[in-house]
């Protein structure tokens, strides 16, 4: 989280109207509720959740679309004909599968501390209800959970593993009790729901304080001593042994990050734990201590992911660190984080990274809404948000990225428990009081992804006829099938249709305001 002020400007004043309309969506409606946005939440209790299903493929010749919209639907299917023959639709989207991209790797969330303690506060059959939404078959088939290392601001104090001040063998090294009686209990739910294993990945957001230059958790403070000295190597000794826990309770990773945005405890005072690394200082450590350690050890297939941090970051961060053979060889990946995304054009960022080290992934490793001070916390309801998600994963997707990561996945009505005040949105937000929670429009706008492109599918080229600021990707899966996914931001309807040259014209509108995933079989 990017979130320097730890203050609201706005208290949001969550006013509901009572309103309860319903909405089409699949094989379970959405139970819709209109609090004072612009649009609607789906609420589930424990034992009704509105869920599209199973999405079978339609045979040659048919195609099904998902529309989810300002309006209220929300993955609202319907089946087409292909056409022979054009429609004469003014846009014409094409379908170029000889321009070949990247493979996705997965979309999901992160089990924080919150995020685990709202879960929990619910019923039994709520808990299922709700981690059904993301995992199962039936849900949005997440594959991939971001899983913080000891506390962040997402907790409700402050500590680590190791506390023990001086214990640079980590003989003291422990899981703490949100580990043990919240998130791995959670987490093995979530691997049983999902008929694939997922894909872990663990983000420290600061060393014990003993091992810092300021000894304290948060603040700016980085590692004493240099890259190759004992606090290095501890903290990346920290990381084996926080593998070694997780694997006794049958939790394997597949990645981790060398630590959750760097720059946040180098450049600020900040206001929740950080620890702060240059790139040089990172790359030293990975070619030092992190890399050989994780080398030698039984976990030498995890991925390292850098970074995890601004993608404005780049290309400078993963130059400094990539260019230097002795760290490079112990990464695979580079993720970001979306919160100055608008600062920071993909192509210039993203695009350039990727051309310079085509063979080491993009990822976007962490993305909420109501994080600025100008739009603090939780807004039930909220299509704009929906919409700079969906924008800002077509974007990524478009410029080399093979995954995006939803930040807490679940937030209570007050987008907390956050120890440091640092209240923001989820796309999961839990009122315990009523045994309920809200599938926010940001939930849909990851379902649009998550549960058509699977892990494996490629990205593929598309060419959209006349100017049109309509945003579009798409992909080929590993069964050979192809998705599309349309985004329209605007306020009018424009009919389009789909050419694919091996089954003919898909006929679609997008309704304003609206997002819609195409899928059919290609022959
Ligand atoms: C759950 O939601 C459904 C649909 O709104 C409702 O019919 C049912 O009574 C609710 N169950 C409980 C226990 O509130
Ligand atoms: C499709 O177009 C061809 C050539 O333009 C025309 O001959 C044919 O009648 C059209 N078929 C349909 C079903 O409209
Ligand atoms: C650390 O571990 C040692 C030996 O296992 C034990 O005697 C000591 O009490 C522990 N200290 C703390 C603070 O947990
Ligand atoms: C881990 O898996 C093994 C084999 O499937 C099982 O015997 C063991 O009880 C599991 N351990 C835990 C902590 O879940
Ligand atoms: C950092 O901020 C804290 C309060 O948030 C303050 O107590 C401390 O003195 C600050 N440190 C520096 C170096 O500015
Ligand atoms: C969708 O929105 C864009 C603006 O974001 C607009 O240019 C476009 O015509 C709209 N409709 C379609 C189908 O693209």
Redesign the pocket.
């Known amino acids: 989280m990017a979130g320097i002020t730890t203050y609201t400007l706005f208290i949001v004043c969550i006013v509901s109207t009572g309103v309860i309309t319903h909405t089409q969506a699949g094989s379970k409606s959405c139970e819709a509720r209109m609090f004072s946005e612009d649009s609607v939440v789906c609420e589930c209790n424990a034992t009704h959740c509105d869920s599209v299903g199973k999405v079978t493929l339609p045979a040659v010749g048919q195609f099904v679309t998902f529309l989810t919209s300002e309006a209220g639907s929300r993955l609202h299917q319907e089946q087409g004909q292909v056409q022979r023959n054009s429609t004469g639709a003014a846009v014409r989207i094409t379908l170029v599968p000889q321009q070949k991209y990247q493979h996705v790797q997965g979309f999901g969330g992160a089990m924080t501390d919150a995020a685990a303690i709202n879960i929990l506060s619910l019923s039994t059959g709520a808990q299922d209800q709700l981690l059904r939404q993301y995992f199962s078959p039936e849900g949005i088939e997440y594959n991939t959970v971001r899983v913080p290392m000891a506390s962040c601001d997402f907790s409700t104090r402050l500590y680590t593993y190791a506390d023990t001040p001086g214990d640079y063998s980590l003989l003291n090294f422990t899981l703490a009790k949100e580990d043990t009686h919240m998130k791995i209990p959670l987490l093995?739910q979530a691997q049983a729901l999902s008929p694939r294993p997922l894909s872990l990945l663990a983000s420290a957001w600061s060393s014990p304080a003993w091992m810092k230059t300021n000894g304290e958790l948060m603040g700016k403070g980085s590692l004493k001593g240099k890259p190759g000295g004992k606090e290095y190597k501890a903290w990346a000794q920290y990381y084996i042994m926080f593998l070694e826990e997780y694997e006794?309770?049958?939790i394997s990773f597949w990645a981790l990050s060398t630590g959750n945005e760097p720059t946040s405890g180098e450049l600020t005072n900040y206001s929740f734990q950080a620890l702060g690394f240059t790139p040089e200082q990172q790359r030293d450590w990975l070619a030092l201590d992190l890399g050989p350690a994780l080398h030698s050890s039984p976990y030498a297939k995890t991925r390292v992911i850098i970074l995890d941090d601004q993608r404005l970051l780049l290309p400078h961060w993963a130059k400094v660190v990539l260019s230097d053979i002795h760290a490079a060889r112990y990464v695979h990946g580079i993720g970001v984080h979306w919160y100055w995304d608008r600062y920071a054009p993909a192509d210039i960022t993203l695009g350039t990274t990727h051309d310079l080290y085509p063979e080491y992934f993009l990822f976007g490793t962490e993305a909420c809404s109501g994080w600025s001070s100008l739009d603090r916390g939780v807004r039930l309801g909220s299509w704009r948000r929906a919409e700079d998600y969906a924008h800002d994963i077509i974007e990524d997707l478009n410029n080399h990225v093979t995954g995006w990561m939803d930040w807490n996945l679940a937030l209570d009505l007050g987008g907390g428990p956050n120890w440091a005040k640092n209240f923001v949105d989820s796309s999961i937000i839990v009122d315990s009081s009523r045994d309920v929670f809200y599938k926010q429009p940001t939930f849909y706008s990851m379902a649009h992804f998550s549960k058509f492109l699977w892990e494996g599918s490629q990205r593929v080229g598309v060419s959209v006829s006349k100017h049109s600021a309509l945003e579009t990707t798409a992909f080929i899966r590993p069964d050979g099938s192809a998705v599309l996914i349309v985004l329209n931001r605007s306020d009018v309807e424009v009919p389009f249709e789909v050419w694919d040259q091996t089954v003919g014209f898909l006929p679609s509108s997008a309704p304003p305001h609206s997002l819609l995933t195409l899928l059919w079989k290609r022959s």
């Open positions: 093995q006794k309770h049958n």
